[in-house]
């Protein structure tokens, strides 16, 4: 009988130049490294260099081998090599300096053993081990087993055609997996006795649902096939190439425009209902949505939203800010509808000359005047703006001055009728502005005190 074995090997790399009474030790035998030697059995002469101190090594253990014997070999420059016998003992130790990097290896040998036939003639134990080593030695064959052969009657072949007949449970991955559709050449015809393909039977195995085959590209294609297992009532005998696939539920070569594509242009004619969010990522459409309601969706998180919204016919707009629309048509509110613009109560303008920012508002209500106040200009001028100016101060008055040099800013001055100032008599003013962008200035169209 054959049986394992193993043999050691144990390279030294003399990497440093050794010290004065540094040390080797193999399999307990210690040489030690001398500047001057005494004694060359045990005794290892230190050289200049690290490379000429391996060369004194194996010198030394050239002409007082290690028993065993250890072979002997010199490896490079720097290393030697010695190799035990078969199952033979192999240890190494070194002291000082760290002078050698050492690197010890197990090797396997196996030793050959004959087989008699038959094989039942052998111990239990022996036939596993035989039998496991056979099993072993055929994965280095090169020849091939038959596809007809009768010992290979319950294997699928790797390359030839076989046809099974029994169940089969695949339980790991497939990496790869060529069906054709059952034609004898190479193109993707449907033949018209067996309908080909991947199919999927009821849970009763009873009748097949769908199935996968080929379109006229190649390209797998879903089938309605809920029939028995060799009818197919979806796919009709006269589409034997496969040229309009009508009835498939998906075609993948022509990106079948029953469904939407995840990166392909998409026409949707027929409705949609979907209970869950939609999210658009990038630039959306929306063209002729009709008698459709949106409701509490948030249209955008930009700053903007361009485009155009028309006959919007019985639809609301609630609870929302327009900023810069422009309105182009007729606008009517309803009798049960108010237009609210915008209000703003000033504290800044309090005595003397001021320049008014009314900010974003229509009305503006001066609440912080102690004193009687010139209004010399008024800023955030676009044209046609209207501006309403509020003094409630029965004490305090406010004047209007006529292009103003005390604004610095021209297009902030206000231009009166009269083109001269305007002054407010026993508290209590409103005043009304409107500005021209033409003259960028202005214009006083009422005062009242």
Same mark, same amino acid.
């Given at each position: 009988?054959?049986?394992?074995?193993?043999?050691?090997?144990?390279?030294?790399?003399?990497?440093?130049?050794?010290?004065?009474?540094?040390?080797?030790?193999?399999?307990?035998?210690?040489?030690?490294?001398?500047?001057?030697?005494?004694?060359?059995?045990?005794?290892?002469?230190?050289? $200049?260099?690290?490379?000429?101190?391996?060369?004194?090594?194996?010198?030394? +253990?050239?002409?007082?081998?290690?028993?065993?014997?250890?072979?002997?070999?010199?490896?490079?420059?720097?290393?030697?090599?010695?190799?035990?016998?078969?199952?033979?003992?192999?240890?190494?130790?070194?002291? $000082?300096?760290?002078?050698?990097?050492?690197?010890?290896?197990?090797?396997?040998?196996?030793?050959?053993?004959?087989?008699?036939?038959?094989?039942?003639?052998?111990?239990?134990?022996?036939?596993?081990?035989?039998?496991?080593?056979?099993?072993?030695?055929?994965?280095?064959?090169?020849?091939?087993?038959?596809?007809?052969?009768?010992?290979?009657?319950?294997?699928?072949?790797?390359?030839?055609?076989?046809?099974?007949?029994?169940?089969?449970?695949?339980?790991?991955? +497939?990496?790869?997996?060529?069906?054709?559709?059952?034609?004898?050449?190479?193109?993707?015809?449907?033949?018209?006795?067996?309908?080909?393909? +991947?199919?999927?039977?009821?849970?009763?195995?009873?009748?097949?649902?769908?199935?996968?085959?080929?379109?006229?590209?190649?390209?797998?294609?879903?089938?309605?096939?809920?029939?028995?297992?060799?009818?197919?009532?979806?796919?009709?005998?006269?589409?034997?190439?496969?040229?309009?696939?009508?009835?498939?539920?998906?075609?993948?070569?022509?990106?079948?425009?029953?469904?939407?594509?995840?990166?392909?242009?998409?026409?949707?004619?027929?409705?949609?209902?979907?209970?869950?969010?939609?999210?658009?990522? $990038?630039?959306?459409?929306?063209?002729?949505?009709?008698?459709?309601?949106?409701?509490?969706?948030?249209?955008?998180?930009?700053?903007?939203?361009?485009?155009?919204?028309?006959?919007?016919?019985?639809?609301?707009?609630?609870?929302?800010?327009?900023?810069?629309?422009?309105?182009?048509?007729?606008?009517?509110?309803?009798?049960?509808?108010?237009?609210?613009?915008?209000?703003?109560?000033?504290?800044?303008?309090?005595?003397?000359?001021?320049?008014?920012?009314?900010?974003?508002?229509?009305?503006?209500?001066?609440?912080?005047?102690?004193?009687?106040?010139?209004?010399?200009?008024?800023?955030? $001028?676009?044209?046609?703006?209207?501006?309403?100016?509020?003094?409630?101060?029965?004490?305090?008055?406010?004047?209007?001055?006529?292009?103003?040099?005390?604004?610095?800013?021209?297009?902030?001055?206000?231009?009166?009728?009269?083109?001269?100032?305007?002054?407010?008599?026993?508290?209590?003013?409103?005043?009304?502005?409107?500005?021209?962008?033409?003259?960028?200035?202005?214009?006083?169209?009422?005062?009242?005190?």
């Amino acid at each position: 009988m054959g049986e394992a074995a193993t043999r050691k090997a144990l390279q030294i790399d003399v990497s440093t130049n050794p010290s004065n009474n540094d040390t080797l030790v193999i399999n307990g035998v210690t040489r030690t490294w001398k500047t001057s030697v005494t004694n060359p059995a045990t005794e290892i002469a230190i050289a $200049g260099s690290a490379a000429l101190s391996k060369t004194k090594l194996f010198l030394q +253990i050239a002409a007082n081998p290690y028993t065993g014997p250890l072979i002997l070999q010199s490896v490079d420059a720097d290393s030697i090599k010695l190799t035990a016998q078969v199952d033979g003992a192999l240890t190494y130790s070194q002291t $000082g300096t760290t002078w050698a990097t050492f690197t010890l290896s197990t090797l396997t040998v196996v030793s050959a053993y004959n087989v008699r036939m038959p094989i039942s003639v052998e111990p239990a134990t022996t036939r596993v081990t035989i039998a496991n080593d056979l099993v072993t030695a055929m994965a280095s064959a090169t020849g091939a087993f038959g596809t007809s052969d009768a010992h290979m009657a319950n294997f699928a072949s790797l390359t030839g055609t076989q046809t099974v007949t029994g169940k089969s449970l695949q339980t790991g991955n +497939i990496d790869s997996l060529t069906i054709r559709n059952g034609s004898t050449d190479n193109n993707t015809s449907i033949e018209l006795t067996d309908y080909q393909g +991947i199919h999927f039977n009821d849970l009763n195995n009873g009748a097949r649902r769908y199935t996968f085959r080929p379109n006229n590209a190649g390209l797998p294609s879903v089938f309605a096939t809920a029939s028995s297992a060799t009818a197919n009532t979806s796919v009709a005998l006269s589409d034997a190439l496969l040229t309009t696939n009508a009835d498939a539920l998906l075609n993948v070569s022509s990106a079948d425009n029953r469904y939407v594509r995840l990166t392909a242009a998409n026409t949707v004619t027929g409705a949609i209902t979907t209970s869950a969010n939609i999210t658009a990522t $990038g630039v959306s459409t929306f063209s002729n949505i009709n008698a459709s309601t949106i409701n509490g969706s948030t249209i955008a998180t930009a700053a903007s939203i361009g485009g155009t919204i028309g006959a919007l016919t019985g639809g609301t707009i609630g609870s929302s800010t327009l900023t810069s629309p422009t309105m182009t048509g007729v606008v009517t509110i309803s009798n049960a509808g108010h237009l609210v613009t915008g209000r703003y109560d000033d504290t800044t303008v309090t005595s003397g000359n001021a320049i008014l920012n009314p900010y974003n508002a229509s009305f503006v209500k001066l609440t912080g005047m102690v004193n009687d106040v010139y209004l010399v200009g008024v800023q955030g $001028g676009i044209d046609g703006r209207i501006l309403i100016i509020y003094n409630p101060h029965s004490s305090y008055n406010i004047d209007v001055w006529h292009e103003s040099s005390l604004s610095s800013t021209a297009a902030n001055r206000i231009i009166s009728n009269t083109e001269a100032n305007i002054s407010g008599v026993g508290g209590v003013q409103m005043i009304t502005l409107i500005y021209d962008a033409g003259a960028s200035r202005w214009i006083l169209t009422n005062f009242e005190t």
